[in-house]
């Protein structure tokens, strides 16, 4: 059955420094999500991406977030300079054209900063 | 804006009981409903989904109504199983002309401990 998948699976980073978390959503899939949800917090939509553009981005998603798909298979977040607050479990998500609202989710990444 | 709000957890039941996860939402226009699942080290699973007014979404066993006129999309199951223990999520989309390019709502989600 196809899957998403993201790496690292775990990473622990110093504030400050850039952060890239990688995900390949399932392949015939057109939409793509970033969630983020903070330990013991509900989970929070950060952005979504749509023909190689952003679609919709809360108000988190701020100038320190990026998103990309630089290949056609991979979905990147970076985030430029970590701070504390960043610290969360790092969801992405995909979803066809015609089921809006029904995500596939990978397992996530967990992101530490000290 | 948008917003969802469901039971606090831990809810702890015994194997055959039955449930309910309660889950009210509010919202602007005609929004589709969700529950999501997630099991112990994995991603959050579609569970089921309600589209319109009235709609009753199924799945494994659990059921879910839209009500409207309540604001409400409660999950519930008749006889749970010691396999059911997980994190359930409420979540609500806008619907409509969309496509997929608007983002999930969630609640906190209910964690779920079914004892044997």
């Known amino acids: 059955e196809p899957e998403v998948t993201q790496t690292p699976s775990h990473q622990v980073t110093q504030m400050g420094q850039e952060v890239i978390l990688r995900c390949v959503p399932i392949?015939?899939?057109?939409?793509f999500y970033w969630y983020r949800q903070i330990l013991g917090q509900k989970v929070e939509f950060l952005v979504s991406f749509y023909n190689n553009e952003i679609s919709e981005k809360s108000e988190i998603f701020d100038d320190q977030f990026s998103v990309e798909r630089p290949d056609g298979s991979n979905f990147t977040l970076k985030i430029r300079s970590t701070k504390l607050e960043d610290s969360a479990m790092y969801f992405c998500?995909?979803?066809?054209?015609?089921?809006?609202?029904?995500?596939?989710f990978g397992e996530g990444s967990r992101l530490t900063v000290l | 804006g948008n917003s969802v709000t469901q039971m606090e957890g831990p809810v702890t039941l015994s194997e055959e009981a039955f449930l309910t996860i309660n889950c009210t939402y509010t919202?602007?226009?005609?929004?589709?409903l969700f529950w999501y699942v997630q099991y112990p080290g994995e991603g959050l699973q579609l569970l089921l989904k309600?589209?319109?007014?009235?709609d009753k979404g199924s799945n494994k066993g659990f059921e879910a109504t839209y009500r409207k006129e309540t604001t409400s999309f409660h999950l519930e199951k008749g006889s749970v199983q010691v396999s059911d223990s997980a994190v359930y999520f409420c979540a609500l989309t806008k619907g409509g002309s969309r496509g997929g390019a608007d983002g999930l709502t969630f609640g906190k989600g209910t964690h779920l401990i079914i004892q044997p």
């Open positions: 392949s015939n899939h057109l939409y």
């Open positions: 919202a602007t226009g005609y929004p589709s």
């Open positions: 309600a589209t319109k007014a009235d």
């Open positions: 998500a995909s979803s066809g054209p015609l089921s809006p609202g029904e995500l596939f």
